[in-house]
C-alpha cells in the first residue's frame, strides 16, 4: 500500500481481555517497530524486526506484550490480560533501511487502545 | 542512553508570528537529530533530520533546525506560522549504530491563534 496501515483504528477492550493489534507495512521495507503512546506523554519503543534477524524487544513493557512478524510483511502486537495502563495509542511504523538508519521512517496512524 | 527533553509542553502563538520550539538531547555523540510533526487524526510526519555536515537543516512546510553541539540542541523555527501548523511536535534521537531505534521527547502542542 501507500502508506503503513494499522488495525483497528480503535479498540474498545475490558480489563482482563486479550488483544490483536495489526500493522502492515509498507511495501519492501525491512524494518518495522511498535510504539506506544500514552496521553500527554512521548513515544515509547516497543519492539523492532529487521528482516530475518531476532527482534529487539527491549522496549516491551510486561510479559503480556508479544509480538511477531511473518517475514517482511505483516506484524501483530498483543497485549494479553490487558490492564487499564495498556490504555494508548500503539503506532506502527517502517523503513526501508537500504541507507542504514538515516533512512525515513514512516508511521501509521496507530490504533487506540482502551481498556474498561 | 539517550534521552530528550522538550521543555514546553503547550507553545501559543499568532498566526504569522516567528516560531521557536526547543529540544534537548543527551547522547555521548554526535547523534542523529529528528523533527516530526502529528496532526489530529494523522500518524507522524518526518519535518527534517539531522545526520551530518551542516548544521542547519531545512526541512518541509517551512521548517528549519539547527544542530547545536554546545549546547545539545536542535531547537525547530519557523519564520512565519500558519494556522495549519497547530498539531504537536516531537523531537527524536537516533544512536549512531544502534539499529534504528528513536528515543522522542513527550511533545509539545502547537497552538496557533487567528
Known amino acids: 500500500g501507500a502508506g503503513v496501515s494499522q488495525s483497528p483504528s480503535n479498540k474498545v477492550t475490558e480489563k482482563g481481555k486479550d488483544v490483536e493489534l495489526r500493522c502492515d507495512p509498507i511495501s519492501g521495507h525491512t524494518a518495522l517497530y511498535w510504539y506506544r503512546q500514552r496521553l500527554g506523554q512521548g513515544l515509547e519503543f516497543l519492539i523492532y524486526f529487521q528482516g530475518n534477524s531476532a527482534p529487539d524487544k527491549s522496549g516491551l513493557p510486561s510479559d503480556r506484550f508479544s509480538a511477531e512478524r511473518t517475514g517482511e510483511s505483516v506484524s501483530t502486537l498483543t497485549i494479553q490480560r490487558t490492564q487499564q495502563e495498556d490504555s494508548a495509542v500503539y503506532l506502527c511504523?517502517?523503513?526501508?533501511?537500504?541507507?542504514?538508519?538515516?533512512?525515513?521512517?514512516?508511521f501509521g496512524e496507530g490504533s487506540w487502545l482502551t481498556v474498561v | 542512553a539517550q534521552s530528550v527533553t522538550q521543555p514546553d509542553i503547550h507553545i501559543t502563538v499568532s498566526e504569522g508570528a516567528s516560531l521557536e520550539l526547543r529540544c534537548n538531547y543527551s547522547?555521548?555523540?554526535?547523534?542523529?537529530l529528528f523533527w516530526y510533526v502529528q496532526s489530529p487524526g494523522q500518524g507522524l510526519q518526518l519535518l527534517l533530520k539531522?545526520?551530518?555536515?551542516?548544521?542547519l537543516v531545512q526541512g518541509i512546510k517551512g521548517f528549519e533546525a539547527e544542530f547545536k553541539r554546545s549546547q545539545s540542541s536542535f531547537n525547530l523555527r519557523k519564520p512565519s506560522v500558519h494556522w495549519s501548523d497547530a498539531a504537536e511536535y516531537f523531537c527524536a534521537v537516533g544512536a549512531r549504530g544502534g539499529g534504528n531505534k528513536l528515543t522522542f521527547g513527550t511533545g509539545t502542542q502547537l497552538k496557533v491563534e487567528l
Open positions: 511504523a517502517s523503513t526501508s533501511q537500504r541507507r542504514g538508519p538515516t533512512d525515513t521512517i514512516y
Open positions: 539531522y545526520f551530518s555536515g551542516d548544521t
Open positions: 547522547y555521548g555523540a554526535t547523534p542523529y
